[in-house]
C-alpha cells in the first residue's frame, strides 16, 4: 500500500524523557506500524496533562527513524499577537 511508505509523524508527552523515548522507539519497532495507536496518542496530545513536562516526536520511516525529545517549562507563556504591516490596520487596533 502506498500509505505505508509515506513517514508517519508520531507526537508523545511523558513525565520523563526515558518514557517518552522509550515508547517512541517501542512503536517505531514494531512494524507494521499501528496506526490506532499512533490515533490513540494524538488524541491524548490535544489535552494538556498536568506533569508531563517532556515532549518528543518521531519521524517514522521504512528505513529509518528520526527522533528528539526535550523537557519544557512548565510555566504559562505569554500569547502574542503579531499584525501583518501591509497597511491593513489603523492605529489602536490591538486594543
Same mark, same amino acid.
Given at each position: 500500500?502506498?500509505? &505505508? $511508505? *509515506?513517514?508517519?509523524? !508520531?507526537?508523545?508527552?511523558?513525565r520523563t524523557h526515558e518514557a517518552v523515548e522509550s515508547t517512541? $522507539?517501542?512503536?517505531?519497532?514494531? #512494524?507494521?506500524? &499501528?496506526?490506532? *495507536?499512533?490515533?490513540? +496518542?494524538?488524541? %491524548?496530545g490535544k489535552n494538556d496533562i498536568p506533569g508531563h513536562h517532556?515532549? @518528543?516526536?518521531? !519521524? %517514522?520511516?521504512? &528505513? /529509518?527513524?528520526?527522533? &528528539?525529545? /526535550?523537557?519544557?517549562?512548565?510555566? /504559562?507563556?505569554?500569547? =502574542? +499577537?503579531?499584525?501583518?504591516?501591509? @497597511?491593513? #490596520? =489603523?492605529? @489602536?487596533?490591538?486594543?
Amino acid at each position: 500500500m502506498m500509505e &505505508d $511508505k *509515506l513517514p508517519v509523524l !508520531v507526537g508523545l508527552s511523558g513525565r520523563t524523557h526515558e518514557a517518552v523515548e522509550s515508547t517512541l $522507539k517501542h512503536v517505531a519497532a514494531n #512494524q507494521p506500524l &499501528d496506526r490506532n *495507536l499512533v490515533g490513540l +496518542f494524538h488524541e %491524548i496530545g490535544k489535552n494538556d496533562i498536568p506533569g508531563h513536562h517532556h515532549r @518528543g516526536f518521531a !519521524v %517514522i520511516n521504512e &528505513d /529509518k527513524l528520526e527522533l &528528539d525529545v /526535550k523537557e519544557v517549562s512548565a510555566e /504559562k507563556r505569554p500569547t =502574542w +499577537f503579531v499584525f501583518s504591516g501591509m @497597511g491593513s #490596520q =489603523w492605529s @489602536g487596533m490591538g486594543r
